[in-house]
């Protein structure tokens, strides 16, 4: 989700402890848990170690206009007091991760993020998802959330994609931007709404 791409989730295909980190009231990440630095380091991501992004924006790390308004959304519902849950994917090039992020108010305006894990799948490799050598040419989308991404009107996983696309014939593999598909996007706004509501 927010695109601390590959760092949560499973090690090793071990359970690891939830990956927590904070914002403060203006937005900047102010901790990292210690799981976050294993993460970081266990999916070739140093650059994502927690002295690295310590007192950056949250907003550094998420480009999409859509994600933003519902992090925004979301944050809002969170600095008022309302415990957001929701699932999403954050796979690797071997590995589905199926997890969950709880956003929670945590005094003086800041907040807490808890990731945990629910399921992990293993893989045949997808190049699509290593780094390496990319095309210059427009980056392909993929949802954020589900990791889908879109081929002529449907959402497809990756495997589905590269083969529609015939993507391994091509001399460089294309970049990969994230968003959100319309699916999750709806599920997020029921998450979001659920929390603007007072309970009975």
């Known amino acids: 989700m927010v695109a601390f791409r590959g760092l949560r989730g499973y090690t ?14 203006q937005d900047r990440i102010v901790s990292a848990g210690p799981a976050w630095d294993r993460f970081a380091v266990a999916n070739a991501s140093p650059h994502l170690v ?9 907003w550094d790390f998420i480009t999409d206009t859509t994600t933003r308004l519902l992090y925004r959304d ?5 600095r008022a007091g309302n415990a957001l849950s929701f699932p999403f994917r954050c796979d690797s090039s071997e590995t589905r991760r199926f997890l969950e ?27 699509l998802l290593e780094s390496g050598a990319r095309s210059a040419e427009p980056a392909l989308r993929m949802c954020g959330w589900c990791k889908k991404m879109p ?7 990756v495997e589905q994609a590269v083969a529609t ?33 007072p309970s009975n």
């Open 12 to 25: 090793n295909g071990m359970a690891e402890e939830p990956v927590v980190y904070r914002i403060d009231a």
């Open 50 to 58: 927690s002295e690295k992004i310590v007192s950056r924006s949250l």
């Open 74 to 78: 979301l944050l809002k519902r969170a």
């Open 101 to 127: 992020m709880t956003a929670n108010a945590a005094g003086d305006g800041s907040v807490e993020f808890k990731v945990r894990t629910l399921a992990v799948e293993k893989r045949a490799p997808q190049p």
């Open 151 to 157: 081929v002529g009107d449907a959402w497809i996983e």
């Open 165 to 197: 696309l015939r993507l391994l014939e091509a001399p460089v593999l294309p970049a990969v931007s994230h968003g959100i598909c319309e699916d999750c996007e709806r599920r997020m706004r029921e998450v979001i709404d659920r929390a603007a509501k």
